[in-house]
């Protein structure tokens, strides 16, 4: 089913919002980054920035919300 215009333009504005960070880990670390999120019910990226909100004491538990709604 194709993306209506409104769908596309909320996509848009909404990746112009959001800032974009990559890792690059080995396989192993990789897998058991995975595993770990896949443990605790979570997507990778929500699970990576859990981890990362806590260490830096951010604790902004609404937008990793935000974060599984954008997956």
Known sequence: MP???AQIKA?????RRQD????RPSKD?????RQ???D???S???????TLRARIGTGDEEATNQDESCE
């Open 3 to 5: 993306l209506t215009d």
């Open 11 to 15: 996509r848009v504005n909404y990746n």
């Open 20 to 23: 974009n960070i990559m890792i």
């Open 29 to 33: 670390e990789g897998t058991r980054i």
């Open 36 to 38: 770990a999120a896949a």
């Open 40 to 42: 605790a019910g979570m």
């Open 44 to 50: 990778v990226q929500a699970f990576i920035l859990d």
